[in-house]
Nanobody
Framework: QVQLAESGGGLVQGGGSLRLSCAAS????????MAWFRQAPGKEREFVAA????????GYAEFVKGRFTISRDVAKNTVSLQMNSLKPDDTAVYYC???????????????????WGQGTQVTVSS
């Protein structure tokens, strides 16, 4: 049974930093593209960042470029999201997602991801 467990959310002041982690179990981690999505109240869930298939590269939404960094640790089956220079607009529930990928493809669509975590709340105050 595949499980994705996020941690690291919380309340932070604008300009501050948080580091989210996602622990994956029940899958062969290196075969999966991993991503972070977020969903703010009243809005659709949107792509934030991904480690592409086979760990070949990373991809980011335009609105987080230069502020967020995604990384994965294959030995620990974890994917992390370092978030710096946080803004109130970054307030959302952040979700970890996994997609089986045996190519270098980089997925940005929700529909591409088979497994999801429960989410962790990030709140940025102004």
């Amino acid at each position: 049974q595949v499980q994705l467990a996020e941690s690291g959310g919380g309340l932070v002041q604008g300009g501050g930093s948080l580091r989210l982690s996602c622990a994956a179990s029940g899958l062969t981690f290196r075969r999966y593209a991993m991503a972070w999505f977020r969903q703010a109240p009243g809005k659709e869930r949107e792509f934030v960042a991904a480690v592409c298939g086979l760990g070949s590269s990373t991809g980011y939404a335009e609105f987080v470029k230069g502020r967020f960094t995604i990384s994965r640790d294959v030995a620990k089956n974890t994917v992390s999201l370092q978030m710096n220079s946080l803004k109130p607009d970054d307030t959302a529930v952040y979700y970890c997602a996994a997609a089986l990928s045996l190519t270098h493809a980089c997925y940005r669509s929700r529909a591409d991801y088979e497994y999801w975590g429960q989410g962790t709340q990030v709140t940025v105050s102004s």
